[in-house]
């Protein structure tokens, strides 16, 4: 199994450019979420979705759309990149809320914006 | 305004002592503590966790300590080794909510 993967692991984008960065997970879980990392400021929710067709918005997701067709896909969309956007993705799943629950991150995507 | 503070960004210690990693908390609707691990270029891992309904958690060399009333928990971690050298982030949340709240984080490193 190959838990949760994202894709790509790099990307070098200019401003107003957009992008779509990947999640998939087989681990059937229902609920996926989208973080960024930011220096000194910790893990941040963007977006997340609590099964296949349901999403719903985290703490900063202006400037990201997310769609949830299937359980295993779970892709992060920028409309048009921004700096501020300069940041480490993070995909996790869990297969509860992860309130309670052990999260499954992936190893990051790492976007910079020029 | 944060709601889960941990106020040492950084914390050395040497192989085989104790590490004392401290997160505070604000929201006193939080009910559901965990602790996540991450190493560089990696995403992070479930380390451990604690329900409010508890005041110690413990799991091998890592036990969680919650302190309700101060709004306080901490990860100890003993023996210390320098594979353990990663940032620890705390966590938590509150009933009925579908969000983890993060703290910014502590880059523990573990000195041979």
């Known amino acids: 199994n190959a838990g949760v993967t994202q894709t790509p692991k790099f990307q070098v984008l200019k401003t107003g450019q957009s992008m779509t960065l990947q999640c998939a997970q087989d681990?059937?879980?229902?609920?996926m979420s989208w973080y960024r990392q930011d220096p000194g400021m910790g893990l941040r929710l963007i977006h997340y979705s609590v099964g296949a067709g349901i999403t719903d918005q985290g703490e900063v997701p202006n400037g990201y759309n997310v769609s949830r067709s299937t359980t295993e896909d779970f892709p992060l969309r920028l409309l048009s990149a921004a700096p501020s956007q300069t940041s480490v993705y993070f995909c996790?799943?869990?297969?509860?809320?992860?309130?309670?629950?052990?999260?499954?991150f992936g190893p990051g995507t790492r976007l910079t914006v020029l | 305004d944060q709601q889960v503070k941990q106020n040492s960004p950084s914390l050395s210690v040497q192989e085989g002592r104790i590490s004392i990693l401290n997160c505070d908390y604000t929201n006193s609707m939080f009910d559901y503590f965990l602790w996540y691990k991450k190493y560089p270029a990696e995403g992070p891992t479930f380390l451990i966790s604690?329900?409010?309904?508890?005041d110690k958690n413990e799991d091998g060399r890592f036990t969680v300590f919650l302190n309700k009333s101060a709004k306080h928990l901490s990860l100890h971690i003993v023996p210390s080794q320098p594979g353990d050298s990663a940032v620890y982030f705390c966590a938590a949340s509150a009933i009925g909510s579908e969000k983890l709240v993060f703290g910014k984080g502590t880059k523990l490193t573990v000195n041979p």
């Open positions: 681990m059937n879980h229902e609920y």
């Open positions: 996790a799943t869990s297969e509860e809320f992860p309130t309670a629950n052990e999260q499954f």
């Open positions: 604690i329900s409010s309904i508890k």
